[in-house]
């Protein structure tokens, strides 16, 4: 007995569940298969449970009930992933982005190892040409 009044108490927290987004999707709702499928459970769970109620065929209403747990659970479980999925998403595209940010990076490194090179070719050809200026005008004054 304390199972079966536990069981109708999930299953009511599950019906209240379906029942709230029928109303906030209203028509859309039925246009989500999986939407309707968790409808259909809900009310499939039901049957049993009125079956043991009324004490007709216990057994077979619990081998049902099982099923409709074991299809709960399902249900619980594909809830749970849709939390972490998300998760997950933000977490892909954030590292996505992280990525991209890094090859810019090192592209731009690259450019500025370019610039080095570029400046160290400058810095040498002004000295060398500063060495000749200096010859020059040692030249000049002697």
């Known amino acids: ?18 029942l709230a987004r029928l109303a906030c999707h209203q028509w859309q709702f039925f246009d989500h298969k999986i939407e309707v499928l968790d409808f259909a459970l809900v009310l ?3 049957v049993p449970m009125i079956v043991v109620s009324i004490e007709l065929a216990p057994s077979t209403a619990w081998d049902g009930f099982s099923l409709i747990i074991i299809l709960r659970i399902w249900r619980c479980l594909r809830v749970v992933q849709g939390y972490v999925s998300p998760v997950r998403e933000e977490g892909c595209r954030k590292v996505h982005v992280l990525l991209q940010a890094q090859r810019r990076a090192h592209q731009e490194l690259q450019t500025l190892y370019l610039m080095q090179d570029e400046n160290q070719e400058e810095i040498h050809r002004l000295r060398c040409l500063l060495g000749r200026r200096r010859e020059a ?3 000049s004054e002697s």
């Open 1 to 18: 007995r304390v199972i079966h009044w536990a069981g109708r108490g999930v299953l009511s927290v599950f019906a209240v569940e379906v």
């Open 44 to 46: 499939i769970a039901y």
């Open 137 to 139: 005008d040692s030249d």
